[in-house]
């Protein structure tokens, strides 16, 4: 049991135990586990009610930056829960690579093709993602491809916004609750620019420079072959007299990246999604 060691609204306890006792009425549970704060309670709050019956599954990719694949197994293994990983080819599908506006439901149906399977081999009754109620608000097509697959998403059903899902994690006093979305580096390209692995890890070495000069959150966006650089609007005057211009610059060019460039406007998640009309 994790121990609740901060206060929580009336609203946020009920939906915890809300969750708690969906999770102690099933069988077993397949959680597809991304490592982000979403999908790492879903898992958490399984493990917790059911032990060895739930399992956390993780789809690794070129898409899925090394860093991101490291915390989630370290995540999995502060939690105490079994954590598989399974091998994606969304890469090799053009639904996928020539980066349409509908990606994410190429991606989520090679994902849950795997999940799916896996809990039926090893005899895990469902299989549950980390879908939140705000993400039902927002241009997401990997959630229709989750239905499809019969994906069960209990965030969403009880109705956890982002900030509910901070703020239990908080007091349940897991350590990344404060941790910053990172959505895969796919989501760097606008739409229509074609993905390859090599523009992928382009882009993950990027990020990877930026974050080790001190700034946590970061987009590199792939224009072709200019960089955009988004980072947080409270950081730029940071970013700005931090960096070394003229190193990052060489770095970037040695990418591959002919032109690099900073965003003004500061981070905004899905900015890309504007094209949509």
């Known amino acids: 049991m994790f121990y609740q060691l901060e206060i929580l609204s009336d609203e946020q306890n009920e939906k915890l135990q809300t969750i708690r006792n969906f999770f102690k009425n099933l069988n077993s549970v397949c959680v597809a586990y991304s490592g982000g704060v979403d999908s790492t309670l879903v898992a958490s709050l399984a493990f917790e009610q059911l032990g060895s019956k739930a399992i956390a599954v993780t789809g690794v990719s070129p898409a899925l930056a090394k860093t991101l694949l490291?915390?989630?197994?370290?995540?999995?293994?502060?939690?105490?829960?079994?954590?598989?990983?399974?091998?994606?080819?969304?890469?090799?599908?053009?639904?996928?690579?020539?980066?349409p506006k509908n990606r994410c439901f190429a991606c989520k149906k090679e994902l849950h093709k795997h999940t799916t399977y896996l809990s039926e081999t090893l005899n895990y009754k469902i299989v549950c993602d980390g879908v939140n109620r705000?993400?039902?608000?927002?241009?997401?097509?990997?959630?229709?491809?989750?239905?499809?697959?019969?994906?069960?998403?209990?965030?969403?059903?009880?109705n956890f916004t982002k900030?509910?899902?901070?703020?239990?994690?908080?007091?349940?006093?897991?350590?990344?609750?404060?941790?910053?979305?990172?959505?895969?580096?796919?989501?760097?390209?606008?739409?229509?620019?074609?993905?390859?692995?090599?523009?992928?890890?382009m882009?993950?070495?990027?990020?990877?420079?930026?974050?080790?000069?001190?700034?946590?959150?970061?987009?590199?966006?792939?224009?072709?072959?200019t960089a955009r650089i988004e980072i947080p609007q409270d950081e730029l005057k940071r970013f700005c007299k931090d960096?070394?211009?003229?190193?990052?610059?060489?770095?970037?060019?040695?990418?591959?990246?002919?032109?690099?460039?900073?965003?003004?406007?500061?981070?905004?998640?899905?900015?890309?999604?504007r094209t949509i009309s």
Not at 179 to 195: D, E, T
């Open 70 to 99: 490291c915390e989630a197994k370290s995540q999995a293994k502060w939690i105490g829960i079994q954590h598989l990983e399974i091998e994606t080819s969304e890469l090799e599908q053009s639904s996928y690579s020539k980066n």
């Open 134 to 158: 705000d993400d039902l608000n927002d241009f997401r097509p990997g959630i229709q491809a989750a239905k499809e697959a019969g994906v069960i998403s209990p965030l969403a059903k009880f």
């Open 163 to 201: 900030k509910d899902i901070r703020d239990i994690s908080k007091a349940l006093g897991f350590p990344w609750w404060d941790k910053p979305a990172q959505p895969c580096l796919s989501s760097r390209f606008p739409y229509g620019h074609q993905i390859t692995n090599q523009r992928l890890n």
């Open 203 to 225: 882009v993950e070495k990027a990020e990877e420079y930026i974050k080790k000069g001190g700034i946590s959150e970061v987009r590199v966006r792939c224009h072709g072959s």
């Open 243 to 273: 960096f070394d211009f003229h190193e990052l610059i060489g770095y970037f060019s040695n990418l591959g990246f002919n032109c690099t460039s900073l965003d003004l406007e500061g981070l905004i998640s899905g900015k890309l999604n």
